[in-house]
């Protein structure tokens, strides 16, 4: 499959004013194009609810075409990153994004198109702040 889930973390984080925050969820996924210059990956086995707080790009060796597209799509088929990636042409270099987009025991599916070609690649980042 060209898309793969590397690792799924919780990381405790530092106290946040009055909010009690559980833990960070670090969500990677690595991608690599196929040969109509975007890739689907299959939807994460886990369920995740929260604020998805961040998110960064990073592209690979053979990087993708400036302007290539990214999708994070929940269980309803929305892109959690459409409010802060609609009209963000994504460079060909590393972009960190802050969010604050509610997760309600969602699965997670990362779609990637435009990228120029095949065998581009590059990786995602999401960060989903859990509170309990």
């Known amino acids: 499959m060209p898309v793969t889930l590397t690792y799924v ?14 833990a960070i969820t670090k969500i990677r996924w690595d991608w690599v194009s196929e040969a109509g210059g975007g890739t689907t990956g299959a939807a994460t086995a886990l369920r995740f609810g929260g604020v998805a707080s961040r998110v960064v790009f990073i592209p690979g060796g053979v990087a ?3 302007g ?12 959690i990153l ?6 963000l042409e994504i460079p060909a270099s590393i972009v960190d ?10 699965t997670l ?3 990637v198109g435009a990228t120029g070609g095949a065998l581009r690649m590059g990786a995602v980042i999401l960060y989903i702040m859990n509170f309990g």
């Open 9 to 22: 973390t919780k990381v405790a984080p530092p106290p946040i004013d009055s909010y009690t925050q559980t």
């Open 64 to 66: 993708p075409d400036v």
């Open 82 to 87: 459409s409010w802060e990636t609609e009209d």
């Open 68 to 79: 290539y597209t990214v999708r994070v799509n929940d269980d309803d088929g929305c892109d």
């Open 97 to 106: 994004l802050p969010l604050w987009e509610t997760l309600s025991n969602s």
């Open 109 to 111: 599916q990362l779609v």
